[in-house]
């Protein structure tokens, strides 16, 4: 039986279930229905119209639905087979999909903070290119706009305090009118239990089963009246961490698997016969890309390869170097069909031994206090402190021409007297290329301390509740990336030379009265013996240092809001709700590392002066660099410096008007509506909207649809953000006539910053949907609703390669994509490529979801089942007017930054309690895909495009004693992924950036133990 076919038999099995039950349940309504509603948990109850209207709308009145799409999860159901975390649990939801998580992120570079739980609904974050982590969806926290926790706008929802969270709103559809910017995706809203009374505690710890992953978690949640019950009062601690784990701990991804053409008979070696070029690009139809282990980038060795010399014909270039200081031919492996790549042999790739989950320790504390002034105003004050850390190795120190290359020169004692003798003149030289030689891992050590105050007055006139409210939120970010290549420090060490004086080997720099003061205490460093920490511990000390940054986010924000009845219609009352927001923001960012210290010549030149041999453009006039420097402050870490502000005044209204009701075929009928009008002090005033009604013929069926106008406002990264220094593979495409493009496929440095003009991202929304409560079958409940979401002016910035290859097609000049290219020459590689957001794009989504609850009891036992569907009809992007839509669904992606968009997904969890035993199955379905890299005028060719469906399985026992009047200590065990699945084998295109399967999507850790107890008193 197929996967797809047990799915579905899985699905019948279910409908039978529910259909036995029937005629036992018409049999014995009366006696059973009492036993059902002792038997069954709350968790597992469907949430009542007065839990809805929280998130689905701003009108607030017992009784009243919401036209807009809502899926509620209590903390209590979602923790019953996910028990690391509240955000975790959301991401099996078919609702959100790539988001980023401790076990989703990559972990090369450290320029980013995109390593916590960042929520993704929709999927709809994360445009083609966006590496700054999942937006467009609106995070509350209890019914109020939670500021970023990071300073690129992003929110990891790991500070919210889980253990007094009652439950969690999924608002599914746009709500920008309701709710304000961002909300395009949706809302996520993290409901406080304000009225928790007592003590509760969970304690618990897992692992995997290959002994990887540690984790714990320990927390404390108190709640009491005080004032004779006037007052309350909340508090809560908790503390997680996790050990993390390494790609080389699991097998598959220790075998180097790669995408690679799978043609060679258009591969040749090159001029220099020290790689291969292939004529027909891989991907094509020509040549479709195949999996293949144990591939490598010909460029260079991981020991060290001369690269190139400054004596044309020198016979070394090419050669590896061993740690004897000896040289030996390159070995080329087995022909791929990929430009620069082989499998085997020499050649090199990013190793097995980084991480491929970071190690992360959370702490948080939160506290509230209310306290009712009269019987119909409160007041509150609440608090929020959160702590996150996290390490993880980033990229290994490299020597990788031409942006970061090493020059030999003639005279450095650590050459061998062959290699030496090769050499004619006193300034002739070897390029030296290094990439993995053993030397010790950078580290980078990421925290981010975050604070929220709030405080407000609430209360009651007449039909009328209303709310002032006055917030501050404050986010400090600190990262240090300690072990980096310092390179002022490395070019000044790599020059070593003999001192005349005394023989000894010392910097060249040191000799020259003019730097030595401003080099004192350099260490020669040796690149030509291998492993260069252990050849000269002291060099590579004085070479390395600490590239950091600290970034402060800050937002204040206060808030009035009223809602009430204004008059009663024969249907009903008339109910409106209207407020007014005002928040202010601002963004700091320092670096000691900022590129646009170095964006000019004359800037490079004055910080390396005095040093030779530091990495410069290619000229067009000699075969071996000798333009301008094109290197920065630190071996990939450079991150820019960043100011700005913005202050947002909004004012919105929405009213609920009833229009028929308890008539034949209107039991009820209603519209909704809502408007804001937001004026951003970076962007102008803008307006979004939303309509919407719901309509029941009968009693059990509920119709309903909205339409809206929303928006996103570029955030103040977005905006401000200074330069970022990047690195990637690019292949520069030779044009057919020899003019434009260098022909290589190698790594390439690019620099990406803000743009202040950046607008209003705008999308359009609308959904129709049903929900079904048959008055026949007490205890269920279905609801399916239709979506459709197009986004435009969204802001995307192209990647590296597209800009080469729009700057190719047009000739190499005349189009804007042309000017982001800094090239010594037109067929020289580029020293440079700029990256810059804009609103380019546009991005359109539909799909179905599908949600059914039923409960019942069985035996002496509750019996619940709660099955979550997403069917993902439709999701296109356009990255720039004019270019090819790129259809995503269905497609796991292919890229360094994997994502998939599988058509279908689904999560069922069946929930047994009897007594003091209980026990919960999830099951989580990701369907099948096919392998693309969408944005192509023809999709990317594989000889097995074919990604089958994969089920997830989780189980959950627990035991629950009583203690004292209420309370009860909960024992419970989980596994996680109890048959072991393991991932597809999806590797990327550049050979160990990441796992080799879809981490956006799959599950890298296998079986996982945890085992814990939860108390409540």
Same mark, same amino acid.
């Given at each position: ?858 035996? #002496? =036992?509750?019996? $619940? +089942?709660?099955?979550?569907?997403? *069917?993902?009809? !439709? ?6 007017? %004019? @270019? ?29 309690? #009897? =007594?003091?035993? $209980? +026990?919960?199955?999830?099951?989580? *379905?990701?369907? !099948? ?6 944005? %192509? @005028? ?29 309370? #009860? ?12 699945? !393991? ?35």
């Amino acid at each position: 039986m197929t996967k797809d076919r047990l799915f579905i038999s899985s699905l019948a099995v279910g409908a039978s279930i529910i259909a036995m039950a029937v005629p036992a349940w018409a049999q014995e309504m009366a006696a059973a229905a009492p036993a059902q509603e002792d038997a069954v948990p709350q968790a597992a109850a469907p949430a009542s119209n007065a839990d809805i209207v929280v998130t689905g709308s701003r009108i607030v009145r017992d009784g009243y639905t919401a036209p807009t799409p809502v899926t509620v999860a209590s903390t209590e159901e979602l923790a019953k087979t996910t028990p690391s975390g509240v955000a975790d649990a959301l991401n099996k939801l078919p609702q959100f999909n790539n988001s980023l998580s401790p076990s989703k992120s990559a972990n090369n570079f450290s320029n980013l903070p995109i390593h916590g739980n960042v929520l993704n609904l929709r999927g709809l974050g994360t445009p083609s290119n966006n590496p700054k982590g999942p937006l467009r969806t609106l995070i509350l926290f209890d019914g109020m706009r939670v500021s970023p926790t990071e300073y690129v706008g992003t929110i990891d929802t790991n500070v919210l305090p889980q253990l007094l969270m009652q439950r969690v709103d999924v608002v599914t559809g746009g709500a920008s009118a309701q709710w304000g910017s961002d909300a395009v995706a949706g809302v996520v809203n993290f409901i406080l239990d304000k009225k928790f009374t007592g003590f509760k505690g969970v304690a618990q710890a897992g692992v995997d089963q290959r002994g990887n992953n540690g984790n714990q978690r320990l927390g404390g949640a108190f709640g009491a009246d005080f004032a004779g019950g006037r007052g309350h009062v909340l508090l809560s601690a908790e503390y997680s961490n996790s050990d993390g784990m390494l790609r080389q701990d699991r097998d598959f991804a220790t075998q180097g698997y790669n995408f690679v053409g799978s043609v060679t008979s258009t591969c040749a070696l090159s001029a220099n016969g020290q790689s291969r070029t292939c004529t027909a690009a891989p991907g094509t139809v020509a040549n479709p890309y195949v999996v293949a282990p144990d591939i490598r980038i010909s460029a260079l060795a991981a020991n060290g390869r001369i690269v190139g010399s400054s004596v044309a014909g020198n016979p070394f270039v090419g050669r590896v170097i061993n740690n004897d200081g000896s040289t030996r031919p390159f070995n080329l492996g087995t022909v791929v069909g990929t430009t620069g790549f082989q499998q085997g042999g020499d050649g090199y790739k990013i190793p097995d031994d980084t991480n491929a989950i970071s190690p992360l320790t959370n702490y948080n504390g939160f506290g509230r206090v209310s306290y009712d002034l009269t019987d119909d105003i409160n007041f509150f004050v609440q608090g929020l402190y959160a702590r996150s850390k996290y390490h993880y190795f980033t990229q290994g120190n490299s020597l990788i021409p031409a942006t970061q290359s090493a020059r030999i020169y003639k005279g450095n004692p650590y050459l061998s007297t062959a290699l030496d003798g090769a050499l004619t003149g006193a300034n002739d030289y070897y390029v030296v290329g290094q990439q993995d030689a053993g030397q010790p891992k950078p580290i980078a050590y990421e925290k981010t301390d975050y604070w929220t105050a709030t405080t407000g007055l609430a209360g009651k006139f007449d039909d009328f509740n209303w709310q002032v409210t006055y917030s501050h939120g404050d986010s400090k970010h600190s990262m240090d990336n300690v072990g980096l290549y310092d390179n002022q420090k490395l070019y000044a060490a790599l020059d070593a030379v003999r001192d005349p004086s005394t023989g000894q080997v010392t910097c060249r720099v040191l000799l020259n009265p003019t730097y030595a003061s401003q080099y004192a205490g350099c260490k020669p460093i040796d690149v030509m013996h291998g492993d260069p920490s252990k050849s000269t511990p002291e060099g590579y000390a004085y070479a390395t240092g600490t590239s950091s940054y600290r970034a402060r986010f800050k937002q204040d924000a206060i808030a009035a809001n009223i809602s009430g009845s204004l008059f009663e219609l024969p249907a009903g009352p008339v109910d409106i709700a209207v407020g007014v927001e005002y928040r202010r923001q601002s963004l700091r960012l320092t670096s000691n590392a900022d590129p646009s210290l170095l964006d000019t010549d004359a800037e490079r030149e004055a910080y390396f002066a005095g040093l030779r041999g530091v990495p410069r453009a290619e000229s067009a006039t000699v075969p071996y660099p000798t333009g301008s420097i094109n290197t920065l402050f630190y071996w990939l870490t450079n991150v820019g410096s960043a100011a700005g502000k913005l202050n947002v005044k909004e004012a919105y209204a929405e009213l609920a008007v009833p229009i028929l009701k308890d008539t034949p075929f209107f039991r009820e009928l209603s519209v909704n509506g809502a408007i804001r009008v937001t004026d951003y002090s970076t962007s102008g005033t803008v307006k979004t909207w939303k309509v919407g009604g719901t309509w029941k013929p009968v009693d059990d069926l509920l119709l309903r649809g909205t339409y809206s106008h929303d928006i996103r406002a570029p955030n103040l990264f977005e905006l401000y953000a200074g330069a970022q220094s990047g690195i990637g593979i690019v292949n520069d495409v030779r044009s057919a006539d020899g003019s434009y493009g260098s022909g290589q496929n190698v790594n390439a440095n690019t620099v990406t910053s803000g743009n202040p003009n950046l607008k209003p991202e705008v999308a359009d929304t609308y959904t129709f949907g049903a929900v079904f409560s048959p008055s026949f079958l007490r205890g269920f409940s279905a609801s399916i609703d239709y979506y459709n979401i197009k986004v435009d002016k969204l802001i995307d910035s192209l990647s590296a390669q597209q800009i080469l290859t729009n700057c190719l097609n047009a000739g190499g000049s005349g189009v804007a994509e042309c000017n982001l290219i800094e090239r010594a020459s037109p067929t020289s590689f580029p020293s440079l490529i700029r990256l810059t957001p804009a609103n380019i794009a546009f991005l359109k989504t539909a799909g179905v979801d599908f949600d059914f609850t039923y409960r019942t009891a069985v035996g #002496n =036992g509750g019996l $619940g +089942l709660r099955l979550y569907l997403n *069917y993902l009809d !439709k999701f296109d992007a356009q990255q720039y007017a %004019g @270019a090819p839509i790129a259809h995503y669904a269905g497609v796991s992606v292919v890229t360094s930054n994997p994502q998939g968009f599988p058509r279908w997904r689904g999560n069922l969890t069946v929930d047994y309690t #009897n =007594g003091p035993f $209980g +026990l919960t199955i999830g099951e989580q *379905y990701i369907g !099948k895909m096919r392998l693309d890299i969408p944005g %192509g @005028a023809t999709p990317i060719q594989f000889v097995n495009p074919k990604v089958k469906p994969v089920w997830y399985t989780d189980l959950t026992m627990r035991y629950t004693i009583p203690h004292g009047d209420g309370g #009860n200590f909960e024992f419970f065990a989980t596994v996680n992924n109890l048959f072991d699945k !393991k991932p597809p084998l999806i590797p990327g295109t550049v050979p160990g950036v990441n796992p080799p399967t879809n981490i956006a999507v799959y599950d890298i850790v296998g079986r996982a133990f945890t085992a814990g107890v939860r108390v409540k008193f």
